[in-house]
């Protein structure tokens, strides 16, 4: 089933991994498992997948959704034994379509900036800043608590991470925080962002003026 989930996802058939979703449930755990494939894309698109096909599963079965909700936090853990970097992106896609039968976890993909083990926040940090910009405007009074963090990312060494906390504070509607922040406007650090699904290749300066 894995490679067939991969060579749909290769091919951006989004609607047809959701159907298979609604007849095989265990498409969610091949999804999961292929948000820790070695090519940015597929992950990403798994990410995409997997907010579809549990928006599908949910309507019958939203605790096995929560299961899996739980099961991608662990996977930010050490515990966990293999690490999943895409792990605070798949969670925000899956609430972002079911904000109202996940509301906890909107907080809890906020708090991720905060909660994040030291050691492995500035491999998390992109994803972290793109799952917070995707709930952000499903809990704006909540997603206050972590502007702060966020907007400390915008002085970052790594333009990725740079360029995540510009798109994240737009998607906020905080764009006064980026105000007066001249060395953005003329910062040409290459960041990488998934929409359409593919990866599009941009920098700090375009996401600010788009």
């Known amino acids: 089933m894995k490679k067939r989930i991969r060579n749909l996802l290769e091919n951006s058939q989004f609607a047809d991994i959701a159907e298979r979703a609604t007849a095989r449930k265990r498409v969610l755990n091949v999804l999961v498992s292929l948000t820790f494939d070695a090519?940015?894309?597929?992950?990403?698109r798994a990410v995409e997948a997997l907010g579809l096909a549990a928006d599908r599963v949910a309507d019958g079965?939203?605790?096995f959704v929560r299961g899996h909700l739980r099961r991608l936090h662990w996977f930010m853990s050490d515990?966990?034994?293999a690490?999943?970097?895409?792990?605070?992106?798949a969670m925000a896609e899956i609430?972002?379509?079911r904000p109202e039968t996940f509301p906890d976890y909107l907080d809890i993909v906020v708090s991720l900036i905060h909660t994040t083990a030291e050691e492995d926040l500035a491999h998390f940090l992109p994803g972290i800043l793109w799952a917070i910009g995707t709930v952000a405007p499903l809990?704006?009074?909540n997603a206050q608590s972590a502007l702060n963090k966020v907007g400390k990312c915008l002085d970052h060494g790594?333009?990725?991470?740079?360029?995540m906390a510009v798109w994240c504070l737009r998607q906020m509607r905080r764009e006064k925080e980026l105000a007066g922040r001249e060395h953005l406007r003329l910062d040409d650090g290459v960041v990488e962002i998934y929409a359409n699904h593919r990866l599009e290749t941009t920098t700090v300066r375009e996401l600010l003026g788009s």
């Not at 090519?39 to 990403?44: D, G, N």
């Not at 690490?83 to 992106?89: G, M, R, Y």
């Not at 790594?158 to 360029?163: E, F, L, P, W």
Request: proline letters at 10%; hydrophobic letters at 40%.
């Open 39 to 44: 090519e940015p894309l597929i992950a990403w």
């Open 61 to 63: 079965n939203p605790d």
């Open 79 to 81: 515990e966990a034994g």
């Open 83 to 89: 690490v999943c970097w895409f792990a605070p992106q």
């Open 95 to 97: 609430v972002r379509r």
């Open 139 to 141: 809990t704006a009074d």
């Open 158 to 163: 790594d333009s990725q991470v740079r360029g």
